[in-house]
């Protein structure tokens, strides 16, 4: 599995965002800034975390985001889930599964669901903050 640009944007929005001490909302022109990002790509990114209830924006003179909850209920596989469009690998079974498709899906697919969701469903937004470099 690889993230792409929008999932790598989205987690150094997030992460920009998180670590500023700051009472107002943060302008993505200061972010894309400090990042070396793309400002006109990381407003869609930004819009699709608006979206999704992870951040929050306020518009007009002095506008920006915040974060819409606190770091720690930031949860990352839900953020993947929604910037990549659900990373699950395991699929609806077809129709007329064959047994073979059957034994993949359920002992392959869903064994790598099971252990991305355990990763990165118990790792929260304030953990990679936190984090010692």
């Not at 200061?30 to 990042?35: H, S």
């Amino acid at each position: 599995m690889k993230i792409s640009t929008r999932g790598r944007y989205g987690l150094r929005l997030l992460v920009d965002i998180a670590e500023q001490v700051t009472d107002g909302p943060i302008a993505l022109s200061t972010v894309a800034e400090r990042q070396q990002l793309s400002e006109k790509y990381l407003q869609q990114v930004a819009l699709l975390l608006a979206r999704g209830g992870i951040l929050t924006s306020v518009k007009g003179s002095g506008g920006g985001y915040y974060l819409a909850k606190r770091p720690e209920e930031i949860i990352m596989y839900e953020v993947l889930d929604l910037l990549e469009g659900n990373i699950a690998f395991e699929e609806d079974p077809p129709q007329n599964e064959t047994a073979v498709q059957q034994v993949i899906r359920l002992h392959f697919y869903r064994t790598i669901d099971q252990k991305v969701r355990a990763a990165f469903g118990s790792l929260n937004l304030a953990e990679i903050v936190k984090a010692d470099w």
